[in-house]
Nanobody
Framework: QVQLVESGGGLVQAGGSLRLSCAVSGSIFSINVMGWYRQAPGKQRELVARITSSGITNYADSVKGRFTVSRDNAKNTVYLQMNGLKPEDTAVYYC??????????WGQGTQVTVSS
């Protein structure tokens, strides 16, 4: 079992920055990939960024160069640094963990709102 708790969302003006955190507990060593997804009203959930246990990252084209995903294994936390925020980044952001056996887990989500 893996538990994920997101924090760090909020309201920010366009061009501003936020850092989301995802605290991981439970079977931490069973996790292969950690990711951030987002879902805007009326839209499907989409991948924003992810990082593997070996540190390989990949990003959605819409956030490349603005967002950075990282993990602090000592703190069992994954971060999403978001710079240059745009109104279209407004969404609920979810933390995701995928175990080596393929099972995945989700956090409860944190709201990010970017005003123009």
């Amino acid at each position: 079992q893996v538990q994920l708790v997101e924090s760090g969302g909020g309201l920010v003006q366009a061009g501003g920055s936020l850092r989301l955190s995802c605290a991981v507990s439970g079977s931490i060593f069973s996790i292969n990939v950690m990711g951030w997804y987002r879902q805007a009203p009326g839209k499907q959930r989409e991948l924003v960024a992810r990082i593997t246990s070996s540190g390989i990252t990949n990003y959605a084209d819409s956030v490349k160069g603005r967002f950075t995903v990282s993990r602090d294994n000592a703190k069992n936390t994954v971060y999403l640094q978001m710079n240059g925020l745009k109104p279209e980044d407004t969404a609920v952001y979810y933390c995701n963990a995928i175990q080596w056996n393929g099972r995945d887990y989700w956090g409860q989500g944190t709201q990010v709102t970017v005003s123009s």
